[in-house]
Every structure is written in structure tokens, then in C-alpha cells.
């Protein structure tokens, strides 16, 4: 027979901590039932008709349009900003090569001549 390993006295605890979470989550789901929020069951809904329903629908509708229109134009003023950017960098970026390039020509010269 093999001889057994003498066990520590009382449970490992691994064991209480598994009993503390089972304990923590049964309190938890009992105090949720016991104090969390409930519907309140005295106050009548509010019914609509049809004709509010699709007016609130028309004006919501109209400020989401609105919204778009309104980023659309932001868009398109932007971009005119950016190209027009872009056109004076462009231009600028010409008249810098050109500098470049008419003085490697005159220094082209220089150098042939000597």
C-alpha cells in the first residue's frame, strides 16, 4: 500500500475563496432583486396619434438634412481652401525651380568656359 500524504488541517484556500465569490454573487443577485429599479406601473403612456408621429418624424428629418447640408458646405469650403493652397505652393515651387534652373545653366557656362 502506498502510504498517504498527511492533508493540512481545514480546507485550502482556493476553497474559500470559491466559497466567498459563490456567497458575494448569491448577496449580489438578491440585494438586485430586493433594492434595483422597477417600472413604474402608476404612470399612464403617453399615446400619440399618426399625424404627430410623421410631423415629429418630418422634423427630425429635416434637422438630419439640415446637419448634412451644413457639414456638406463646411466640406466644400474646405476644399477650395485646400486647392487654393495647394495652386500658391505650386506656384511658388515653379518660380523656386526656375531660379534653380537658369543658375545650374549659368554655372554649366562657367564651368565650360574654364
Known amino acids: 500500500m502506498l502510504p498517504q500524504v498527511p492533508s493540512e488541517s481545514g480546507p485550502q484556500p482556493q476553497t474559500w475563496a ?3 465569490t459563490a456567497v458575494a454573487g448569491a448577496l449580489a443577485v438578491f440585494l438586485k432583486k430586493r433594492f434595483g429599479r422597477t417600472k413604474s406601473l402608476t ?3 403617453k399615446l400619440i396619434s399618426h399625424a404627430e408621429f410623421q410631423s415629429g418624424l418630418d422634423a427630425m428629418r429635416d434637422r438630419v438634412t439640415a446637419g448634412y447640408m451644413a457639414m456638406a458646405e463646411k466640406f466644400d469650403s474646405n476644399q477650395k481652401e485646400i486647392l487654393a493652397a495647394i495652386g500658391t505652393q505650386g506656384t511658388a515651387i515653379e518660380k523656386r525651380l526656375d531660379a534653380l534652373e537658369s543658375t545650374v545653366a549659368r554655372l554649366d ?3 565650360k568656359n574654364s
Do not use: G
Open 43 to 45: 404612470a399612464p403612456a
Open 18 to 20: 470559491a466559497i466567498a
Open 109 to 111: 557656362e562657367r564651368t
